[in-house]
């Protein structure tokens, strides 16, 4: 049995149903910063202007964007967990590193704070997948 089989064995045995909440709440998190980026896509624009990566400022900001409403739904769902999780992983990365880079850890107007906690729990969810209540899970054990 492969490594990442043995992983998913144990998170199925291991899951307690509140992480459930957990995994929505950080689906929501995601959603809602997605939906602020289109909002405010200036917001997002100044944060990359002054980056190496202002040439790619559109296309970035665009995924980022779309990387955060699809990747929040999926999530909140449980759907595809996994994966939605890996595509977010990179984009919080990146954040941290500008937040630090940019603006400092404490001058962040809290912001640090709040992105580690949700890219630790990217992590866990990377490891833990969707759970017993995840249409991961449904659609695993009712194929037709």
Known sequence: M?????IHNWSLTHHPRWLVVVRVALGLCLFIKGISFMVNST???QLLQNSSLAAYND?????????????????????LTRWA?????????GALVF?????GIFASGGMFP???????????FL???GGPISLDHFFKHHQA
């Open 43 to 45: 917001q997002l624009d």
């Open 2 to 6: 492969g490594t990442l089989q043995q």
């Open 59 to 79: 296309a970035i900001s665009i995924f980022v964007t779309w990387a955060h409403l699809l990747g929040g739904v999926l999530i909140i769902v449980g759907l």
């Open 99 to 103: 937040i630090t880079s940019q603006q």
């Open 127 to 129: 490891v833990e997948g």
């Open 114 to 124: 709040l992105t580690v906690v949700i890219f630790l729990l990217l992590i866990f």
């Open 85 to 93: 999780v890996a595509v977010q992983i990179p984009i919080l990365l």
